[in-house]
């Protein structure tokens, strides 16, 4: 599976974004998605999760309430609609196709080259 994420860019706090992920392949609908970032001299983070039908769902605690992941199987596509950004949530975003809806990356095969949000205050 290959990913390639898009969407990102700057925006105020306060402000909107949605991230897309294109996936090629015909096995995408067997693949739980997630959404990581890494924000400057950090570690990469889990911010969200998918299940391959779309019906499980996870947030990061720092995200949950403002984000929301969403796939369309019939496009190869997975989502990430950020809300009420804050300064905080400027990262490169990450793709990652998987074995199951987790918070940890080890079990996440394959990985988009990432796409830069950045949240002026």
């Known amino acids: 599976v290959q990913l390639v994420e898009s969407g990102g860019g700057l925006v105020q706090a306060g402000g909107s974004l949605t991230l897309s992920c294109a996936a090629s392949?015909?096995?995408?609908?067997?693949?739980?998605m997630g959404w990581f970032r890494q924000a400057p001299g950090k570690d990469r983070e889990f911010a969200a999760t998918?299940?391959?039908?779309?019906?499980?769902?996870d947030y990061a605690v720092s995200v949950a309430g403002r984000f929301t992941i969403s796939r369309d199987n019939s496009k190869n596509m997975v989502y990430l609609r950020m809300n009420s950004l804050k300064a905080e949530d400027t990262a490169v975003y990450y793709c990652?196709?998987?074995?199951?809806?987790?918070?940890?990356?080890?079990?996440?095969?394959?990985w988009g080259q990432g796409t830069q949000v950045t949240v002026s205050s």
């Open positions: 990652a196709a998987g074995r199951r809806p987790s918070r940890a990356d080890d079990d996440y095969d394959f």
């Open positions: 998918i299940s391959s039908s779309g019906g499980t769902t």
């Open positions: 392949g015909r096995a995408f609908s067997l693949y739980d």
